[in-house]
RNA sequence: GCACCAUUAGCUCAGUUGGAUAGAGCAACGGAUUUCUAAUCCGUAGGUCAGAGGUUCGAGCCCUCUAUGGUGUACCA
């Protein structure tokens, strides 16, 4: 893999230094057509500088290979230079660096003593967790997964949204309308109960939404029982959302709302007021952005009050003095970019300079969700109504009840999760239940039934002692594509890293699927020939590996049975 | 008005950062199971990469313009 492309790569500019500057491991791609190869290096690029074609080039490049053990050929194809691997070698290359941790060790250095800061999910306060936030959490989650897999100190922080006057007309609804012993046996659909009363109420009495505003004022100035009552609301919504939570695997370091910000952002208004940078603008406090082509960020409204981008400001300040990050990330809809990049500027212009390291991570919507038919998707509805979709599917398996039951739900999970997370981040996703409830072709439940594959033959086979493995026997094309594929994992990880993007692990597990399922077919290990057994079994204990682990950072359920 | 994002097979999407004949899944049709789990595998069919210019040895990918859809555009988050 890359050591082989380097060892390339310098006899190449040991021969000619004039390629020196040109020539690198990452000129090498992989050809379309399998059967030119399994490496190759186009030399179209080396033509200005050598006053050759490129075809004369190969050929000319082609002759420092001749005996190399690493390939099995070399060879010119109009202006590429094609290599294939010993397949022996490369097999013994692959398995080994894996099944000895080399590839993991390796990856988890890449952020060794460095710390990033991942804000994502960033719930309401009194509102069920329903389809919107899905992507938010599931996104920020797996690219927590992925820092943390490369060594990165990771501090996750549900920003939650708990200020603004609907605080203060969850306050008077609760105070009229509502009592103890509801709000306490099932408190987050009682409050959004109590939030829906209102808005009707408010529309027959428009007088209503001063008493919300003056419930906030109290909010705001300390008032005991409105700062009571909001503590109580707040602690009954990440209580039942952590249900929610447990059950796909996603947790937190903070839960820090926004009034968490609420003094640091007084801090940050004075700040503003007295910097250059700042002016009044039709009685607001702003931050003009005009140079820059945007619209100001607001950091005072004209009555006085905090506004989301000044809690913003001060989160991005005291998260920096707190953890002194090298990497911050915001994982919210498309929608909040460019607010994000208001806030960013607006650091920047303050004289933060460290915010450059701060990144708004944005996704698309899901639409077809519209309220007008007030039809909310809750997400535990979604897991339920999958987990029976699997039940009805797992009836006639011999399987004890209450473990079908846990079985059922992880694969629900996962069907969810990876629809997901199996597109790029920035499309819009259409809801659509048949395909969030499909598990053929490319799914979830196709990467955990092949999973479950794996692991059965590796159980079953027990593992191999005492025997040399003999790389050769592994070299048929269908063992040699999965092999190759195998190969792509730091390349398709750290793609993943750069990119931000999930979607690249989730197509990189439907390749090593599928070419799994193909090798599964036609190469049997139990009852097989020992050696060629033997092999097989190394084989797929590498390829468990890394397909747990990439499971695990898409947070799909690893499952060993269905 | 301005800005950002999207546009690839009937549908949903990939396309390893500018390379060889643009690939999967679903849907349709045909086939494979006395077998380590058929939630699988194999085959057939399906394309003016939204359109027009440009850049260069070479463009689905980069630049310009246009079209369509989505989103955002200071006191909501």
Known sequence: ????????????????????TIAEASCFEVPKNPEHGDTALPCFRFASVM??????????????FNGDPNFESVENISGYLNFKYSRKTFADFVISSLNSGAVYNNLKEKGSGKTMVIDYSSLNIAKEPHIGHLRSTIIGNSLYRIYDFLGWNVVRINHLGDWGTQFGKLIYAYKTWGNEKNLSSNPVRYLQELYVRFHSEEEKD????????????????????????????????IEGVKATYDRIGVSFDFYRGEGYYEDKARDIIKEVEASPVSRISDGALIIDLEDYGMPPCLVRKSDGASIYSTRDLAAAIDRHNEFNFDKMLYVTELKQQLHFHQVFKALELLGYGWISKAEHIGFGSILGISTRKGSVIYLEDIFDEAKSRVLDIMKDR??????KEEIADKIGIGAVIFQDLSRSRVKNIEFDWERVLSFEGETGPYLQYSYVRIVNIIHKAGVPVNQETDYSLLSDD???????????????????????????????????AKNFNRFYRVNRIIGEEPYAAEARIRLLIALEGIFRRCLQILNIPVIDKM
Do not use: C
Request: no cysteine; charged share 30%.
């Open 398 to 403: 011999d399987i004890a009840d209450n473990e």
């Open 1 to 20: 893999m890359n050591n082989i492309k380097d060892s390339v790569i310098n006899k190449i500019r040991e021969a000619y230094p004039a390629l020196k």
């Open 51 to 64: 006053k050759k074609a490129p075809s004369s080039i190969a050929d000319e490049l082609k002759k420092l």
């Open 206 to 237: 428009p007088e209503l939404s001063d008493k919300a505003r003056e419930w906030f004022f109290k909010l705001e100035n300390g008032n005991t029982e409105a700062r009571s009552l909001w503590q109580r609301f707040k602690d009954y919504t």
């Open 478 to 512: 269908m063992t040699y594509e999965l092999i190759k594929t195998m190969s792509y994992f730091e390349n398709r990880i750290t793609a993943a890293y750069n990119e931000h993007e999930p979607s690249v692990i989730a197509g990189y597990l439907l390749d090593l």
